[in-house]
């Protein structure tokens, strides 16, 4: 069985400072890894993936993320945010290699943006 | 980009009552999903579907619940007899591999 933590529930950052959400998980077998965002009243979208190769994955709004095995971490970083980075922010992982097995999600963490 | 679709967007319903929730995956998708969230709470796994039947599913998802892939092309969460407790985003996802893509959801209301 798969579990995830982030252990922020809330994370408030100013407009254009850098951030850092954090990931653990925990899993018996090799795991695919995933960032999905949730705008407010909106659905789940998927914001990044680790599947195999780089460790370091990047998506098209300057979000990255990096999977370290032997931390069994996959926190998601932002070198400088904006007002419309303000969602929910749901790290999520699936057993590797099983057939299209269920995601199991984190939390959340709420990011705030300010002024 | 072709996406997930739900039916309705919202659904009030009284306690007891029967409600489907309607979801068209993405075409070509063959691994089908459904995920709830409380509110203020985690996103959890219910079900998923392959080749015309369960393939795994949760504790919560218990003999009240039942889905169903009707006309090839919906793909249907029936609760037969709802609970305050019922009350949550009910999101629908598909997949021909990794990763999921799931849709915006149905708020459902029990009263």
């Known amino acids: 069985a798969q579990s995830v933590t982030q252990l922020d529930s809330q994370v408030p950052v100013f407009e254009e400072a850098p951030v850092e959400l954090r990931c653990n998980y925990s899993?018996?077998?090799?795991?695919?890894l995933f960032w999905y965002v949730q705008y407010p009243n909106q659905g789940l979208q998927l914001l990044l993936k680790?599947?195999?190769?780089?460790?370091l994955v990047e998506s098209i709004n300057g979000f990255e993320a990096e999977f370290n095995k032997s931390q069994t971490s996959f926190h998601l970083r932002k070198p400088s945010v904006h007002i419309s980075d303000t969602a929910e922010y749901f790290c999520?992982?699936?057993?590797?290699?099983?057939?299209?097995?269920?995601?199991?999600f984190g939390t959340g963490t709420r990011l705030l943006v300010s002024p | 980009e072709p996406e997930v679709t739900q039916t309705p967007s919202h659904q009030v319903t009284q306690m007891g009552q029967e409600v489907i929730l309607r979801c068209v995956p993405i075409s070509n998708h063959l691994y089908f999903y459904w995920y709830r969230q409380i509110l203020g709470q985690k996103v959890e796994f219910l079900v998923s579907f392959y080749n015309n039947e369960i393939s795994e599913k949760s504790e919560i998802f218990d003999d009240q619940f039942s889905v169903e892939r009707p006309d090839g092309s919906n793909f249907t969460l029936k609760i037969r007899s709802t609970k305050l407790e019922d009350s949550a985003m009910y999101f629908c996802?598909?997949?021909?591999?990794?990763?999921?893509?799931f849709g915006d959801g149905t708020r459902l209301s029990i009263l």
């Open positions: 899993s018996s077998v090799s795991v695919y």
């Open positions: 999520a992982v699936t057993a590797m290699n099983t057939g299209f097995q269920k995601l199991v």
């Open positions: 996802a598909s997949a021909s591999g990794s990763p999921q893509h």
């Open positions: 680790y599947l195999s190769g780089s460790t």
